[in-house]
């Protein structure tokens, strides 16, 4: 879930594909919600998302980062 007007809104689209958190690829290490909540929860400072966008599926891959502060 994207808070509205978090630094993360915007960032992503209903529909985009999430491949990697962190370097980590998660669609072949978590299988569940809950495990990449649970990592996510278990992050600090810069986390890395490596996101397939709906719009640009078989067209790239977009990579953005921001700060994650608990």
């Known amino acids: 879930r994207i808070v509205h007007g978090s630094i993360a809104q915007g960032l992503f689209s209903i529909g985009d594909q ?17 495990e990449i909540v649970q ?15 709906c719009d640009e599926i078989n067209h790239g891959i977009h990579n953005q980062a921001f700060n994650h502060n608990q």
């Open 39 to 53: 990592l996510m929860d278990s992050l600090h400072g810069t986390i890395s998302f490596l996101l397939l966008p």
């Open 18 to 34: 999430l491949l990697e958190i962190n370097n980590i690829n998660i669609q072949r290490e978590y299988r569940t919600l809950d």
